[in-house]
């Protein structure tokens, strides 16, 4: 991958949302309907495209390509929404309800075949209630038996469609199922479809604990890296930051490796700007993409495997800090 990649960017419509919270339900500010938020970030330079949620951000596909078209955007990814409602409280593909199991899996196949109509090739499945809030709560065997057979079940039904796990450690749960890269490439494996893969929400990578550029070479080693979900957070919670601004080196870090490894997919961004303007926050995310990924370009030049190799830390530290302070 040379210096002058292009890099495919999008973003999910929460900076046009209201941006709400429990002690600000009405949210922070007023909410941007559909039309006026496909424009809006069609005139965000580097935008390439955006990731929809289905079906609670739209039904017409029609009227999403008309939009999308006229702003000169791509449709990157559908995410499945089976966590808005109250019905999914006690979870979606791993519930022990066979018909809320039933219609998880049918908005999933749905938005599979949305995906399609829409160009995007993807689905995302965030499992937000997936999992339990107390010890001998759930029957892990007959959960994590129905959330094999769920996700089998929607990727077998159209190979064609990439369907994409984003893993979260706990929130709304105190615990999930899929709350780490382990648990997701135990998944993938079981599964066994060539399909199903990961999409690395940062934040929550962080939240786990996990170093970013290991995670994403231990799903390329199963060639089920999807792609990102671009922010940051320091690590208590989901905060939903602008990228590199807490964990700066740990993105430099993902950035030199995935330039290395010639990923080549979607970055999307997944801020939540509760006070700040959604399309300043954007623009900030891009330009600190560009700033980190324009340091790890540099580290591609230094001989930084022979440092590694001799376990030469101080020497590896004074070559990042030595980058850094040249920049």
């Known amino acids: 991958m040379s210096a002058e990649t292009t890099f495919l960017f999008s973003t999910n419509l929460t900076p046009f949302s209201r941006r709400l919270d429990r002690f600000v339900p009405g949210g922070y500010v007023d909410q941007v309907d559909l039309r006026e938020a496909i424009a809006t970030a069609g005139e965000i330079e ?22 999308m078209n006229a702003a000169g955007l791509r449709t990157s990814c559908v995410q499945v929404d089976v966590f808005t409602d109250r019905s999914w409280k006690y979870g979606a593909l791993a519930s022990a309800d066979d018909r809320i199991r039933k219609r998880a899996i049918e908005v999933s196949q749905k938005s599979m075949d949305i995906a399609a109509e829409l160009g995007a090739g993807r689905i995302l499945l965030w499992l937000g209630h997936d999992g339990y809030d107390y010890v001998f709560q759930t029957d892990y065997r007959r959960a994590w038996d129905n959330l094999i057979n769920s996700l089998k079940e929607i990727s077998d039904y159209r190979p064609d469609i990439r369907v994409s796990i984003e893993y979260k450690l706990r929130e709304p749960r105190t615990h999930s199922h899929l709350g780490n890269m382990g648990t997701c490439l135990v998944a993938i494996s079981e ?22 550029a290991e995670m994403a070479l231990l799903a390329m080693r199963r060639n089920a890296l999807h792609g ?17 601004t807490v964990h700066t080196w740990e993105f430099v870090e993902l950035f030199y ?25 954007i623009e900030q995310s891009l330009k600190m993409f560009g700033t980190l990924m324009g340091l790890a370009q540099r580290l591609l030049e230094k001989e930084i495997d022979l440092l590694q190799f001799k376990n030469d830390v101080p020497a590896v530290i004074e070559l990042i800090r030595d980058l850094g302070l040249k920049s």
């Open 46 to 67: 580097g935008l390439a495209g955006l990731e929809f949620l289905y079906p609670a951000q739209f039904e017409s596909t029609d009227e999403v390509k008309e939009l």
């Open 191 to 212: 599964v066994g479809n060539p399909n199903l893969g990961v999409i690395i929400d940062t934040g929550h990578s962080l939240m786990a604990y996990e170093n970013l």
């Open 228 to 244: 990102f979900h671009l922010n940051d957070c320091f690590r208590f919670a989901d905060d939903d930051l602008i990228l590199g």
């Open 257 to 281: 490796w995935m330039l290395r490894t010639s990923f080549d997919d979607w970055w999307t961004l997944d801020t939540y700007p509760y006070r700040e303007d959604g399309v300043q926050v």
